[in-house]
T-cell receptor, first 112, second 115 residues
Framework: QKEVEQNSGPLSVPEGAIASLNCTYSDRGSQSFFWYRQYSGKSPELIMSIYSNGDKEDGRFTAQLNKASQYVSLLIRDSQPSDSATYLCAVYSGGGADGLTFGKGTHLIIQP | GAGVSQTPSNKVTEKGKYVELRCDPI?????LYWYRQSLGQGPEFLIYFQGTGAADDSGLPNDRFFAVRPEGSVSTLKIQRTERGDSAVYLCASSLHGGSAGELFFGEGSRLTVL
């Protein structure tokens, strides 16, 4: 059973601070890693993808991957109230199972 | 169309009834996915189509669930003899090619309520 674990939160962060979201996964053979943002009542939208160890930056967002520790994180710098949402970690394992496995998501609240 | 379109947006039915949910993916996307999301949970994979064929249906919970994509575009998820536990938001997503590098574009979902 492939599992993706996230702290459900809520994680409360003051506006302008750095929000740090974490995710662990069970399948050591996992190949690709994604962060989706989901506003309440809306569908998930992709904000970051990462495929190799290290950091990947895109604007205020940085994804970090450590395959040895089976750990993925998302940092949001200069947090804005509009960043308040649920952040879903998703993992692709391949090997014939072509669907992404999602975590339960972390509910992030940015306090003005 | 511009995005993934799902109909109906809301469906209320009675236990034991048959339900069809429709998904129209982004034009040109060969990969189509169905997910189910319950309150407070992440999306749960149901089935993946590459073209017309179901490449991976390992997530379908039981034989009451079936999905088709006869012409490689629109897909229909069919649920027979609905149960209260089937209540959830059913999300459809498409991607250009599928596989590990494909970004998934989600529709707004079909909220199914089984009374």
């Amino acid at each position: 059973q492939k599992e993706v674990e996230q702290n459900s939160g809520p994680l409360s962060v003051p506006e302008g601070a750095i929000a740090s979201l974490n995710c662990t996964y069970s399948d050591r053979g996992s190949q690709s890693f994604f962060w989706y943002r989901q506003y309440s009542g809306k569908s998930p939208e992709l904000i970051m993808s990462i495929y190799s160890n290290g950091d990947k930056e895109d604007g205020r967002f940085t994804a970090q991957l450590n395959k040895a520790s089976q750990y993925v994180s998302l940092l949001i710098r200069d947090s804005q109230p509009s960043d308040s949402a649920t952040y879903l970690c998703a993992v692709y394992s391949g090997g014939g199972a072509d669907g992404l496995t999602f975590g339960k998501g972390t509910h992030l609240i940015i306090q003005p | 169309g511009a995005g993934v379109s799902q109909t109906p947006s809301n469906k209320v039915t009675e236990k034991g009834k048959y339900v069809e949910l429709r998904c129209d993916p982004i034009s040109g996307h060969t990969a189509l996915y169905w997910y189910r999301q319950s309150l407070g949970q992440g999306p749960e994979f149901l089935i993946y189509f590459q073209g017309t064929g179901a490449a991976d249906d390992s997530g379908l919970p039981n034989d009451r669930f079936f999905a088709v994509r006869p012409e490689g575009s629109v897909s229909t998820l069919k649920i027979q003899r609905t149960e209260r536990g089937d209540s959830a938001v059913y999300l459809c997503a498409s991607s250009l090619h599928g596989g590990s590098a494909g970004e998934l574009f989600f529709g707004e979902g079909s909220r199914l309520t089984v009374l």
